[in-house]
């Protein structure tokens, strides 16, 4: 069915980037629905950024301007450029589409760490 696989999280420090990718396959699946989520330590799981169905982007504001959500298509694969890394980024990033995101079905991540 749907297969989400997140890579490139790692270690940087303060003001650092890192690009992170969610590797998308299945049958019943739409680049579109992808998504970002994080989960920092002491908070529930987030929304970070997705599409919206007008093929827009939109973002929470604690990544405003620092985090940029992108697709290929041809690759069957979501992006997520992180900028100006802070601290308080450091958790563990997911992708995810709305059918398994509303059954609470979640990969494994791939994790941020922003040292000081």
């Known amino acids: 069915q749907v297969q989400l696989v997140e890579s490139g999280g790692g270690l940087v420090q303060t003001g650092g980037s890192l690009r992170l990718s969610c590797a998308a396959s299945?049958?019943?699946?739409?680049?579109?629905?992808v998504g970002w989520y994080r989960q920092v330590p002491g908070k529930q799981r987030e929304l970070v950024a997705h599409?919206?169905?007008?093929?827009?982007?939109n973002y929470a504001d604690f990544v405003k301007g620092r985090f940029t959500i992108s697709r290929d298509n041809a690759k069957n694969t979501v992006y997520l450029e992180m900028n100006s890394l802070k601290p308080e980024d450091t958790g563990v990033y997911y992708c995810?589409?709305?059918?398994?995101?509303?059954?609470?079905?979640w990969g494994q991540g791939t994790q941020v760490t922003v040292s000081s």
């Open positions: 299945g049958r019943i699946f739409s680049i579109n629905a």
């Open positions: 995810n589409t709305d059918p398994l995101v509303r059954l609470n079905i």
């Open positions: 599409f919206t169905n007008g093929g827009a982007t």
